[in-house]
């Protein structure tokens, strides 16, 4: 198997809580980052980067399979085909559940990995002890879950959330201001998370 330096789960919220059009600029917003000249730029200096994209709400679909990104031509393939991949869910947000597939995706990553990073974008928290259960295990393994929450919720809001009930150690949560923002705070995350792997 061939080393890379990140294999990264990118976890899509998918659930009834976020309109189609919202679903159309995570999408394309994740798509956007992934051929960003910045980000390139990170990925570049690090290696090889294997990536998946999976939506979740109450279960989980993978929209795009393991790909290794590693220049301009692969970035661009992988976000057609994330464009390309219909939504296919809907309903409640279950984290814990979306953390534990991100956990199995890990295993069938087509290299060896020097990080294995979860990206989890929501705006919603979940069930709080399934979340922290599926965090656990995965920094167990030594695999670090960053996350960016969208908007804002009555009392609190989803970034602190998540950053409580699902960031691991070492991990970090942004926050967007509405799905409008999402592509810019898309575009600084996946830097740091790239930028953040070993050389």
């Not at 464009?83 to 995706?105: N, Q």
Request: proline share 4%; aromatic share 4%; glycine share 10%.
């Amino acid at each position: 198997m061939i080393a890379c330096a990140v294999a990264l789960v990118l976890l899509m919220d998918a659930s009834g809580s976020i309109n189609d059009a919202e679903w159309a600029l995570q999408r394309d917003g994740t798509a956007e980052a992934l051929t960003d000249p910045a980000v390139l730029g990170v990925m570049r200096r690090q290696g090889a980067v294997a990536v998946t994209a999976i939506a979740f709400a109450e279960t989980t679909r993978v929209l795009v399979p393991w790909r290794v990104v590693e220049d301009d031509a692969s970035a661009a393939d992988f976000a057609a085909a994330l464009r390309a991949a219909p939504r296919g869910l809907s309903g409640g947000t279950w984290i814990g559940a979306a953390l534990e597939r991100a956990g199995a995706a890990l295993e069938e990553a087509p290299c060896t990995a020097e990080q294995e990073v979860v990206d989890i974008a929501s705006d919603g928290g979940s069930d709080e002890a399934p979340a922290e259960a599926a965090r656990a295990a995965l920094e167990l393994r030594g695999v670090r879950v960053n996350a960016l929450g969208v908007g804002t919720l009555p009392g609190d809001d989803p970034a602190r959330w998540l950053r409580a009930h699902a960031v691991t150690q070492g991990g970090f949560a942004l926050a967007a201001d509405g799905w409008a923002g999402f592509a810019r705070a898309m575009r600084r995350k996946l830097s740091m998370e790239l930028a953040a792997a070993t050389p």
